[in-house]
């Protein structure tokens, strides 16, 4: 089969698309990929800078969507059956293999390239939204990096969840795309937190949403309100900035961390499924719709990853694996 393996730490350019045997199904699923969504831990993988380093070579590529070729009997997956996955490594590939805790029915009105932009986003952020910053109907919610996957994704999840959403975004383009996703308000990430005392009234926002870091970590401190939580989700920024805890203590705000992966796969291996079946009507409902950017095809790969690198995305990156 085909796919895409990185075999030195170069960088995304270094990514190459090889032929390689097929992975053997054993306890797992087995899913001939239509669609692969490209992620920033795959920019981090290309480098050995992130914080799972398999061995050389290894194929990257964290969440597809495609039809079962086989399931292991008791799984509740049939061949021939339209779904999402979350293989965590090896989605770069026309097959993957996917534990069945990880794999997840698409509605029948759900395409393949929005299928494969739900697992790892989508996933982690209901995971931040829900349970690590107890979002509510009727709070604010600040999103960095709005226009990206990631953004997106917490755009359109709060929305679902009632909340009034600020979209903190680079260029006019990428606010239209936050805009789509359903933003309230589009705000410039140069002078963002003015704009939020504006917006706000001076009372500032319930949550920010952080996957970025960097020199904003401050300013986007000082955007709380009253009981605020910043959800910290990354460092696309480049930058892991530190923390004057005497910041936190005048309105009782709060720094929350959000692990989505080392959550579920150390004490919790049943919650991806929980949290899809929370998902799954708002899918059908039309609710959650995920905003998607370039498509490219497999070979296009290092086009797809560098993408991200260059922090140039605007939605959902996609690799087109089929069709």
């Known amino acids: 089969m085909r796919a895409a393996q990185i075999s030195t730490l170069d960088g995304p350019?270094?990514?190459?698309?090889?032929?390689?045997?097929?992975?053997?199904?054993?306890d797992k699923v087995l899913i001939e990929v239509h669609a692969a969504g490209v992620t920033y831990p795959e920019v981090l993988q290309s480098r050995g800078e992130y914080q799972m380093k398999p061995p050389l070579?290894?194929?990257?590529?964290?969440?597809?969507?495609?039809?079962?070729?086989?399931?292991?009997?008791?799984?509740?997956?049939?061949?021939?059956?339209?779904?999402?996955?979350?293989?965590?490594?090896?989605?770069f590939a026309e097959v993957v293999a996917?534990?069945?805790?990880?794999?997840?029915?698409?509605?029948?009105?759900?395409?393949?390239?929005?299928g494969a932009a739900l697992p790892m986003n989508y996933l982690t952020m209901h995971f931040a939204l829900r349970r690590r910053g107890q979002l509510r109907e009727g709070e604010?919610?600040?999103?960095?990096?709005?226009?990206?996957?990631?953004?997106?994704?917490?755009?359109?999840?709060?929305?679902?969840?009632?909340?009034?959403?600020?979209?903190?975004?680079?260029?006019?383009?990428?606010?239209e795309v936050a805009?789509?996703?359903?933003?309230?308000e589009i705000v410039p990430s140069d002078g963002f937190r003015d704009a939020v005392k504006e917006l706000t009234g001076g009372r500032g926002?319930?949550?920010?949403?952080?996957?970025?870091?960097?020199?904003r970590f401050t300013d986007s401190l000082r955007s709380l309100g009253r009981e605020g939580r910043i959800l910290v989700l990354g460092f696309t920024g480049g930058e892991i900035p530190t923390v004057k805890v005497n910041r936190l203590l005048l309105n009782n705000v709060s720094v929350v961390g959000v692990g989505w992966g080392a959550f579920w796969s150390t004490s919790a291996r049943d919650f991806p499924k929980e949290q899809w079946q929370e998902?799954?009507?708002?899918?059908?409902?039309?609710?959650?719709?995920?905003?998607?950017?370039?498509v490219h095809p497999l070979e296009d790969v290092v086009a797809a990853v560098t993408e991200l690198d260059e922090r140039r995305a605007a939605g959902k990156v996609l690799l087109r694996v089929r069709g």
Not at 14 to 19: E, L, N, R, S, T
Not at 98 to 114: E, I, K
Not at 179 to 184: E, F, N, Q, Y
Not at 206 to 214: F, L
């Open 179 to 184: 805009r789509a996703a359903g933003a309230d």
């Open 279 to 294: 998902l799954y009507p708002l899918l059908e409902s039309g609710a959650l719709d995920p905003v998607l950017g370039t």
């Open 13 to 26: 350019g270094a990514i190459q698309v090889v032929d390689v045997p097929e992975p053997e199904a054993g």
């Open 205 to 215: 926002v319930d949550v920010v949403v952080d996957p970025v870091g960097g020199d």
């Open 140 to 175: 604010t919610v600040l999103v960095h990096g709005a226009a990206g996957g990631l953004g997106t994704a917490a755009v359109q999840l709060a929305k679902a969840y009632g909340a009034r959403v600020f979209a903190v975004v680079s260029s006019d383009a990428k606010g």
């Open 98 to 114: 996917a534990a069945p805790s990880m794999v997840f029915a698409l509605p029948d009105g759900t395409s393949f390239a929005h």
């Open 57 to 91: 070579p290894f194929i990257p590529g964290s969440e597809v969507a495609g039809v079962v070729r086989s399931a292991p009997e008791g799984s509740g997956f049939t061949a021939g059956q339209r779904v999402a996955a979350f293989p965590s490594l090896g989605g």
